[in-house]
C-alpha cells in the first residue's frame, strides 16, 4: 500500500516565524519519507470563523506563497485549494450522514466554544463550526490518505475521522483507510518577541514574508532585561537565545552560551540571531519576491494542482455514489 500524508493548512492571518518552525518545515520535511503527499489549502475551513472576504482571500494568498516560498515543490507534491475540489464538499454531506450527532457533540472544539456562553450554550454556534471535524474527515478520506501531519490539538479529529470511515464501511463497502495521526509536537512553543508563545493573537509575532529592514526591526523589538553589556546573562530564560537554537548550529549554540557568559550586550546578541535568521530564510524571500513579481504563477500552481487531484476525488465520489445508491437508475 503507498503511504500517502495529508494535511490541510488553514488560511487565516500571515505566516510568522512560529508556523514556519513549528508547522511548514517539519510538514515539508516529513514529506521525504512518504509515496506521496498532498498539501491544501483549507480555504473552506477558513469561513467557519471569518466572516471578512477581503481577510480570507488575502490569508490565501498569503498563506500559499508562503508554503510555497518555504520549498513545498507542487512538481513532487499535490498542492491545491480545498474549493477547487468540489467532490470534497459532495463527501462531506454524505459523511455527515453518516456521522453520530453525539459524536459532534464531544468535540473540543465545539465544547469550548458553548463552555465561553452561560444562557444559551449554542449562542453565536453555527453549523460550520459544529460539523467541522466532519469537512475535516471528507479532506482526508477524498484522498485515503494514510498518515495525517496535525498539531496535537488536532487529535480528536483524526480519531473522528477513523470512526466516521469506520461507520461508512460498516455500512456500504470498505471504502476508506483509516489515517494515522503523525503529531508534529512543538517540543518547545517557539517564543514571540514578548516571550510568550508566538502567535498572531498576541501580537509579538516576527513576520515570515518580510523584507530585510522589518526582520531587523521586529528582533529589535525581542524584549530582554535590563542588564548592560559587560554584564554575564543567563542564557536559559532569554528569548534571543531561545530563538537562535532553532537556526543554530550545535557548536554555534555553545558559543553563544559563552558569549552570554562573556557579557556581550544585547545589541551584539540580536545582531547575532539576525544574521542567522536572515540566512536562513533569505532564499525563501527570494522565492516570495519572484511568486510575487508574476500573479500569475500561482493562480497558475493553484489550477494545476486542481487539475492533478481533481481525477482522483472524482474516481473516489463516482465509486462512493454508487456504494450510496446515487446510481444511473437502470
Ligand atoms: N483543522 C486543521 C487545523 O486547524 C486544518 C485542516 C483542515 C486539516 N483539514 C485538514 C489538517 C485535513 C489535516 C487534514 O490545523
Not at 471578512?52 to 498542492?79: D, Q
Not at 460550520?128 to 477524498?142: E, H, K, N, R
Not at 477513523?162 to 512553543?189: C, V
Request: with cysteine; net charge neutral.
Amino acid at each position: 500500500m503507498k503511504k500517502r500524508i495529508l494535511t490541510g493548512i488553514t488560511t487565516t492571518g500571515t505566516p510568522h516565524i512560529g508556523n514556519y518552525l513549528g508547522a511548514i518545515k517539519p510538514a515539508l520535511e516529513l514529506a521525504k519519507n512518504y509515496d506521496e503527499s498532498f498539501y491544501f489549502l483549507a480555504d473552506y475551513h477558513a469561513i467557519i470563523k471569518n466572516s471578512k472576504n477581503i481577510e480570507v482571500s488575502e490569508s490565501v494568498k498569503n498563506v500559499a506563497l508562503a508554503w510555497l516560498a518555504s520549498g513545498l515543490n507542487p512538481n513532487k507534491s499535490f498542492f491545491y485549494r480545498q474549493s477547487d475540489i468540489p467532490e470534497i464538499l459532495e463527501l462531506s454531506w454524505i459523511l455527515n450522514c453518516v456521522t453520530a450527532k453525539g459524536l459532534m457533540n464531544r468535540s473540543h472544539a465545539y465544547k469550548s466554544a458553548t463552555s465561553l456562553n452561560t444562557d444559551d450554550e449554542d449562542k453565536g454556534i453555527t453549523m460550520g463550526l459544529f460539523s467541522y471535524p466532519v469537512l475535516m474527515a471528507a479532506d482526508i478520506l477524498m484522498f485515503n490518505a494514510t498518515h495525517v501531519p496535525v498539531g496535537a490539538d488536532q487529535i480528536q479529529h483524526i480519531e473522528m475521522t477513523r470512526d466516521i470511515a469506520g461507520r461508512f464501511n460498516h455500512l456500504y463497502k470498505k471504502t476508506f483507510i483509516l489515517p494515522e495521526a503523525i503529531i508534529q509536537s512543538s517540543k518547545e512553543t517557539v517564543p514571540g518577541i514578548d516571550g510568550q508563545k508566538m502567535s498572531k493573537s498576541y501580537g509579538n509575532i516576527i513576520p515570515l514574508l518580510s523584507s530585510e529592514k522589518q526582520l531587523k526591526t521586529s528582533i529589535a523589538k525581542i524584549i530582554t532585561n535590563s542588564l548592560e553589556p559587560g554584564d554575564p546573562k543567563d542564557h536559559s530564560n532569554c528569548t534571543v537565545f531561545a530563538l537562535y537554537k532553532y537556526f543554530a548550529s550545535k557548536q554555534m549554540i555553545e558559543e553563544l552560551k559563552d558569549d552570554y557568559i562573556n557579557g556581550i550586550g544585547w545589541g551584539d546578541a540580536k545582531n547575532k540571531l539576525f544574521e542567522i535568521v536572515n540566512k536562513d530564510i533569505e532564499p525563501v524571500r527570494k522565492r516570495y519576491e519572484e511568486l510575487l513579481n508574476d500573479k500569475d504563477l500561482i493562480n497558475d500552481l493553484l489550477s494545476d494542482g486542481a487539475k492533478k487531484v481533481r481525477p482522483i476525488a472524482k474516481e473516489m465520489i463516482d465509486s462512493i455514489r454508487s456504494s450510496i445508491g446515487i446510481n444511473k437508475i437502470s
